[in-house]
């Protein structure tokens, strides 16, 4: 059976999230996340739910795509904010053809996060 979309959806820890940053600190943060996400993230009180969410995101593209680490750079998906706050994905044009995306796929993406967990879920047409 073929459907015209994937999907796909992760939850992160974000207490785990907290001690890769913590263990790890600007390497881990410049290998996973931009720099611009990094300047949101470090803006928010409860930052380490913000950085969670977001690695959510990436991992529920990956998903979605039927993908597996180490095939590409994290920081080729972004996660960005639209003109009212609703998150969007970017990707470079590597992560793309990394993981085998039209340039015409259009994503949507929903992000949560509350003290424990961050949650993703990507729709991409194909």
Known sequence: MSFPF?????????????????????????RIFTKDEQKYCETKRNKYE???????????????????????????????????????LSLTSAARKELGIKSNAEFLLTIAHEREFAVATVMMSV
């Open 6 to 30: 994937e999907v796909g959806v992760d939850i992160v820890s974000v207490t785990r999230m907290r001690e890769a940053i913590e263990r790890q600190g600007k390497r881990f943060l410049d």
């Open 50 to 88: 913000n950085y969670a969410a977001r690695f959510a995101a990436k991992e529920a593209l990956i998903k979605a795509k039927g993908g597996g680490k180490g095939r590409f750079r994290f920081r080729d998906i972004e996660v960005k904010r639209g003109l009212h706050g609703k998150p969007y």
